[in-house]
T-cell receptor
Framework: DGGITQSPKYLFRKEGQNVTLSCEQN?????MYWYRQDPGQGLRLIYY???????QKGDIAEGYSVSREKKESFPLTVTSAQKNPTAFYLC??????????????FGDGTRLSIL | DAKTTQPTSMDCAEGRAANLPCNHS???????VYWYRQIHSQGPQYIIH???NNETNEMASLIITEDRKSSTLILPHATLRDTAVYYC?????????????????FGQGTTLQVKP
């Protein structure tokens, strides 16, 4: 079935360590997104990509980095510069950047915790 | 983006219809109404969306008032697995060359509890 796969489901980070969260989609979507969700809060946009080899900062990009070398993949690196990384991270994709007539679809998330 | 107002929580008996309201009185003509739900510890799941007309799919029905200032999501036969937080979101169509990031703005949503 087509969909979005995020891995790992749970991830632990040590102080000063960079970690990379994987997001893969087989929906042939051009646009991909990374959101962060804190307990009881809404989603906040970290980075988004409209097309391969292009990406833009969202509202809370500091301490994060991304790449978009392939259409189906949009990995997120949480760097040591991100001082409060504990959160639920969600990857999404859509046919194009705007909502238009087509929705964003989400993966099942990665829960990152600090050791 | 137009703001939305939803009740904080609702209960529904299993097997009965669940009617979730949403107010979006400042919605503009090119904005769609989208509904998502999020079950604990999972990613948001797309349910349905509409612009003016009522919509129905295998999951739910969406009723939009004629003035478009409010809408209702209907789950016709709620099951225990429908217990989740339901989000009503208003988003414009894509506007090329604008600062539109396509991001979704999730409010607090409605926590629907389906009871046996």
């Amino acid at each position: 079935d087509g969909g979005i796969t995020q891995s790992p489901k749970y991830l632990f980070r040590k102080e000063g360590q960079n970690v990379t969260l994987s997001c893969e989609q087989n929906l042939n979507h051009d646009a991909m997104y990374w959101y962060r969700q804190d307990p009881g809060q809404g989603l906040r946009l970290i980075y988004y990509s409209q097309i391969v080899n292009d990406f833009q900062k969202g509202d809370i990009a500091e301490g994060y980095s991304v790449s978009r070398e392939k259409k189906e993949s949009f990995p997120l690196t949480v760097t040591s510069a991100q001082k409060n990384p504990t959160a639920f991270y969600l990857c999404a994709s859509s046919i194009d950047l705007g909502m238009g007539r087509q929705p964003q679809h989400f993966g099942d998330g990665t829960r990152l915790s600090i050791l | 983006d137009a703001k939305t107002t939803q009740p904080t929580s609702m209960d529904c008996a299993e097997g009965r219809a669940a009617n979730l309201p949403c107010n979006h009185s400042t919605i503009s003509g090119n904005e769609y109404v989208y509904w998502y739900r999020q079950i604990h510890s999972q990613g948001p799941q797309y349910i349905i969306h509409g612009l003016k007309n009522n919509e129905t799919n295998e999951m739910a029905s969406l009723i939009i008032t004629e003035d478009r200032k409010s809408s209702t999501l209907i789950l016709p036969h709620a099951t225990l697995r429908d217990t989740a937080v339901y989000y009503c979101i208003v988003r414009p169509r894509i506007t090329h060359g604008s600062s539109n990031t396509g991001k979704l703005i999730f409010g607090q949503g409605t926590t629907l509890q389906v009871k046996p």
